[in-house]
């Protein structure tokens, strides 16, 4: 199982009032990536922002990084 998997999806959709908004793909993580990823966001917040930042902060925020940044940045499959 490779450690990040995308499924194909257009580049945007049209939302009613014809906006365009990014494609909700989900992108599933190995847990050993997540587990990795949510201690590095944790890491940063404390190092650049000096804020503590709770696991499931952490692991929300993952969440919007890959499922809703990631596709508009990454997923253009």
Known sequence: MPLVQIQNAKYY????????TLPKIEIE???EVREVLVENLKRY???ERNEEL???GAK???DF???DIG???FGRT
């Open 13 to 20: 959709n049209e939302d009613h009032k014809g906006d365009k």
């Open 29 to 31: 993580l190995k847990k």
């Open 45 to 47: 917040f404390w190092n």
């Open 54 to 56: 709770s696991n499931l």
């Open 60 to 62: 929300i925020l993952l």
């Open 65 to 67: 990084i890959v499922n």
């Open 71 to 73: 596709p508009g940045k």
